[in-house]
């Protein structure tokens, strides 16, 4: 298993840095965890194919999360050669947006893939702000074949088959995704690979906490990378600025 950190920065690429994206390299497979702007220049950078991208996870529809999505969908493209569909997965809202940068720009994928969606709960989108039960809904793209919604269950956790050994549950504690509450290091136990975004400094700490992001010196954080470091040693992290 290999991780490769395509962009570790916030809010909008630099030139040293670009922003969320991490691939997963496994075997014979690769799977992305975000796609923000330039990601694909970083992916042309490493070793990495991009016709072995298999499934791509949006955590959330920030742009710095989701606008490299596209365009690396049409790299992927490419590659003619795959008989196994990309599999997409994110919040309710990303396959309206794919589906429209795709058509717009009447991008054909040489392709199939399925975009599944993880159906947010109200606290996560406040109703003022934008009414999560009646997202517009969009016909297919040529080259898509329908997904799914998934729902979460009692507990917060939204259940995705992966085809993996289930490992441990790592709940949010607030609806947002926010650590702020979490009180051990029960998370990242029996994990082998723990990674953390920790978005802004110390002294930004209230601001974290009213976003919902994180500073390294908060408890619930030094709680977390001390329980990976009883697998992995010496932990290393990279703050998103």
Not at 23 to 52: H, N, T
């Amino acid at each position: 298993m290999e991780l490769t950190f395509l962009g570790t920065a916030s809010a909008y690429p630099t030139p040293s840095r670009c922003v969320s994206c991490t691939a997963l390299r496994y075997k014979d497979w690769v799977w992305l965890f975000d796609c923000g702007e330039g990601s694909q220049i970083q992916l042309m950078k490493s070793s990495l194919k991009p016709g072995k991208i298999s499934k791509i996870f949006i955590t959330h529809l920030h742009g710095d999360h989701a606008f490299g999505l596209p365009g690396l969908m049409c790299t992927i493209s490419q590659n003619n050669q795959r008989s196994e569909p990309v599999e997409v997965y994110g919040p309710v809202g990303l396959r309206n947006f794919l589906q429209v940068s795709l058509g717009v720009s009447r991008a054909e994928m040489g392709f199939t893939f399925v975009v599944h969606e993880l159906q947010p709960i109200p606290e996560q989108l406040p109703p003022e702000l934008w009414d999560i039960d009646k997202v517009e809904q969009c016909s297919l793209h040529p080259n898509e074949t329908p997904g799914t919604i998934i729902h979460c269950n009692k507990d917060l956790i939204w259940t995705v088959q992966l085809g993996v050994p289930p490992g441990p549950l790592i709940r949010s504690a607030e609806a947002g995704g926010n650590c702020h509450k979490l009180e051990s290091g029960d998370q990242a136990r029996g994990a082998d690979v723990l990674v953390h975004e920790v978005t802004l400094e110390n002294a930004l700490e209230q601001t974290c906490i009213e976003k919902g992001h994180s500073t390294p010196k908060e408890q619930s954080v030094r709680k977390l990378l001390a329980e990976a470091e009883e697998v992995l040693g010496p932990v290393l992290y990279a703050q998103r600025t």
